[in-house]
């Protein structure tokens, strides 16, 4: 008589309780978000949310360390690819604003996170995110120099342009409403916006 099958195993809780807070985060359309509130839209019991990740910033922080790891693998991924610099520009930035349209909530998770006052927090969101992040736009600079398309630009003020004009775009998304009566941002807004910095970042790259 053949075994019955052994059944399957249960999805790992800390992995509910991510999904569960990102799809609250989502529907809110922000960062506020309480334990009770995971355990009750994952169906687990709240002592599992301090179990996995102590408190409510622990969550955020590996909710965001969910969200950017594809993106990371991704971009370094990029970075080997055999394409001319000024592609990999090109792919780079459309990368990040399809990142924060796939988490809508993630950059303002990212700027939460980055001024909280527990230093522990803010170390280990630059290394594993940001730190990661300007090290491989920078060797995405130096090729482009390498290869004479690219003048030499500081990483720092690449990071902080591309990155800004990318988060913008959603941190503000409240305010376009008022500004120039976008009532929803769409897709095609989106990809014309992601075009501009893309032609904005390579005619500052280039070597005059």
């Given at each position: 008589m053949n075994a019955e099958p052994s059944p399957r195993p249960r999805r790992n809780s800390a992995a509910q309780l991510l999904d569960a807070a990102s799809q609250i985060l989502a529907e809110r359309n922000s960062t506020e978000v309480s334990l009770?509130?995971?355990?009750?839209a994952s169906n687990l019991n709240a002592a599992l949310v301090k179990y996995h990740f102590r408190n409510k910033e622990g969550l955020l922080l590996a909710l965001v360390r969910?969200?950017?790891e594809v993106a990371l693998a991704q971009?370094?991924?990029l970075v080997e690819m055999p394409l001319t610099p000024e592609q990999k520009i090109r792919i780079h930035v459309s990368g990040i604003i399809n990142t924060y349209a796939r988490h809508p909530y993630l950059n303002r998770l990212l700027h939460e996170l980055l001024e909280s006052k527990d230093e522990a927090v803010v170390r280990e969101l630059n290394a594993f995110f940001v730190k990661p992040l300007v090290t491989a736009q920078a060797e995405l600079l130096r090729q482009g120099v390498e290869a004479g398309v690219f003048r030499e630009v500081a990483p720092m003020h690449f990071y902080l342009s591309i990155t800004g004009a990318c988060d913008q775009f959603f941190y503000s998304a409240k305010s376009l409403k008022y500004a120039f009566g976008v009532l929803e941002v769409s897709d095609g807004m989106r990809e014309a916006y992601a075009e501009f910095v893309v032609d904005m970042a390579i005619k500052a790259l280039r070597k005059q």
């Open positions: 009770s509130d995971v355990a009750a969910r969200d950017a971009l370094n991924s």
